[in-house]
């Protein structure tokens, strides 16, 4: 059954640090596109970063302005897997994390559109207390 499984989260003060990570059994090959989305209560998904894996080599990242210099997405492309350190967090990063994956390409518009994706795990709640 394809599934993405999240883990990480929790709760931490502002200026802490926490760590998602999310593995993935569907795209168990190159091409696949990585997301890392967040959702607050009556607002819309907003995309935080994209990872893309294509060739042994090649992997290109995307981040969301609000995140740039304090979030690093990456992947273990042995496990399958794809992380968010996100570090120097602030009170506005609270919320619920969602992996998402697609087959295919990233580009920096996926942020955007998180309708793309295909497949979208459970999320996990990253709480920031001021």
């Known amino acids: 059954q394809a599934q993405l499984v999240e883990s990480g989260g929790g709760s931490v003060q502002a200026g802490g640090s926490l760590s998602l990570s999310c593995a993935q059994s569907i795209y168990t090959y190159f091409d696949v596109c990585m997301g890392w989305f967040r959702q607050d209560p009556g607002k819309e998904r907003e995309g935080i970063a994209a990872i893309y894996r294509g060739d042994s080599s090649g992997s290109g990242t995307y981040y969301a302005d609000s995140v740039k210099g304090r979030f690093t997405i990456s992947q273990d492309r042995s496990k399958n897997t794809v992380y968010l350190q996100m570090n120097s967090l602030t009170p506005e990063d609270t919320g619920v994390y969602f992996c998402?994956?697609?087959?295919?390409?990233?580009?920096?518009?996926?942020?955007?559109?998180?309708?793309?994706?295909?497949?979208w795990g459970q999320g996990t709640q990253v709480i920031v207390s001021s």
């Open positions: 998402a994956a697609r087959g295919g390409v990233c580009y920096p518009s996926v942020l955007f559109n998180p309708q793309i994706f295909s497949y």
